[in-house]
């Protein structure tokens, strides 16, 4: 299923189950976000050390092995 029509068919049963204004309502609830992730997300990996990196991966994989 292509993106287009996950989001077709997402509103479609919105719809039938929530009906057309209750529909919107709950859109307008989920919102979309705000900023611009893509420079929020370089700005705080330019922080972060290779050193730091390798060491946080190593932490995670420790957690998730036990």
Same mark, same amino acid.
Not at 41 to 61: A, H
Not at 63 to 66: A, I, W
């Given at each position: 299923?292509?993106? @287009?029509?996950l *989001?077709? &068919?997402? %509103?479609? $049963? #919105? /719809?039938?189950? #929530?009906?057309?204004?209750? !529909? @919107?309502?709950? #859109?307008?609830? !989920?919102?979309?976000?705000?900023? =611009? %992730?893509?420079?929020e *997300? &370089?700005? +705080?990996? =330019? &922080? /972060?050390?290779?050193?730091?990196?390798?060491? =946080? #991966?190593? *932490? $995670?994989?420790n *957690? &998730?092995? +036990?």
């Open positions: 299923m292509t993106p @287009i029509e *989001r077709k &068919k997402g %509103y479609q $049963i #919105l /719809v039938e189950h #929530l009906g057309q204004v209750e !529909a @919107i309502r709950f #859109l307008q609830q !989920a919102g979309w976000g705000s900023g =611009d %992730y893509t420079q *997300r &370089k700005e +705080n990996l =330019d &922080k /972060v050390t290779r050193e730091e990196f390798w060491e =946080d #991966l190593k *932490r $995670i994989r *957690r &998730k092995g +036990n």
